[in-house]
């Protein structure tokens, strides 16, 4: 059924919840990413979602299993997992590290067979991980490590992937190879993905649903559409309104206080470099005339002293 649930859950170490009352489901080829600041419990839920936390209340469901109730074996076959805990395998290369990931359905020797290895060069293409194949796992960049791991769990092919910030390390190349993957995962392969990512755009790209995860509680649930509107995102990180763009995703820098030097007369993309450059320079500018649905209106609003606008 591809299917992972928490019902009433309440996560934390030992007795203490650090959030109560999370209820969300995430469904047969659907990606569903959290969101908050740092420290918030994004971590704590993946988790317990995976058994590695056992829950302060309420339930996990994996296709319908109680997963405290599934073996270590069960699980494996049910769920993969990427959390950002840093494996330290001895004298295994990135192949050997990969091939980890098979393991689940071989026999007490576990001997891998022609298709498992085609499996792992397979994942290993996905991720562009392919001239790592031969390296030792502890030679190579924490970037490269993310890829790897990412294709261990592909390669496990299991139905649920929980991926704790799988874009951490990477540059903005393989940040986007990465999330091209998950897309064609869930997609086209029906997999379920439930993950953390700390950069908004890509959560806005790739989601189909976004817990905001605010410390105490899942604040909101929505699409990216109903998040990604108003001043949710400012609420959930606790900073000024006109300093995050809710549409553009544009994120700003306090306004210059003083009496403008500069006028600037213009709209659209290119006044925002005009913008940027000014507010890094400490000049204090005003700034129109401006449509207020015009991209670059959010920018003069955030750093202009004075903005003249039209609705």
């Not at 049910?78 to 959390?83: A, F, I």
């Not at 949710?232 to 900073?239: K, P, R, S, W």
């Not at 000024?240 to 306004?255: H, L, P, Q």
């Not at 600037?264 to 000014?278: C, K, Q």
Request: overall charge neutral.
């Amino acid at each position: 059924m591809s299917k992972i649930e928490a019902k009433k859950l309440s996560v934390g170490y030992g007795k203490t919840p650090l959030l109560a009352e999370i209820s969300f489901q995430a469904l047969k080829g659907q990606v569903v990413t959290l969101i908050g600041p740092n420290g918030a419990g994004k971590s704590t839920i993946l988790k317990t979602l995976i058994k590695q936390l056992s829950p302060v209340g309420g339930t996990v469901y994996v296709d319908e299993k109680n997963v405290a109730n599934l073996s270590e074996k069960e699980m494996a076959k049910k769920l993969s997992v990427v959390m950002t805990g840093r494996l330290k395998p001895e004298l295994m290369t990135c192949k050997d590290v990969v091939a980890t990931g098979r393991y689940p359905y071989t026999g007490r020797l576990g001997i891998l067979s022609k298709e498992d290895w085609e499996a792992v060069e397979t994942a290993m293409e996905m991720v562009h991980a392919e001239e790592t194949a031969q390296r030792y796992f502890h030679q190579i960049s924490d970037g490269q490590k993310q890829r790897v791991l990412l294709a261990r769990a592909i390669c496990q092919e299991t139905d649920l992937l929980v991926l704790d910030e799988p874009t951490s390390y990477l540059d903005i190349r393989y940040k986007l190879d990465i999330m091209e993957s998950i897309r064609r995962l869930a997609k086209e392969k029906g997999r379920t993905v439930v993950m953390s990512l700390h950069e908004l755009d890509l959560a806005r790209m790739i989601s189909d649903t976004i817990l905001c995860v605010d410390g105490e509680k899942i604040s909101k649930i929505g699409t990216p559409e109903e998040i990604f509107q108003g001043n949710v995102i400012q609420e959930l990180y606790h900073i000024k309104s006109e300093n995050f763009d809710a549409i553009t995703g544009g994120v700003y820098m306090e306004r210059i206080k003083g009496t403008p030097k500069v006028f600037v007369i213009g709209g659209g993309r290119e006044s925002l470099s005009v913008y940027s450059f000014l507010a890094r320079q400490q000049i204090p500018y005003g700034a129109g005339m401006l449509w207020e649905n015009d991209v670059a209106y959010a920018g003069a609003k955030a750093t202009a002293v004075t903005v003249l606008s039209q609705r």
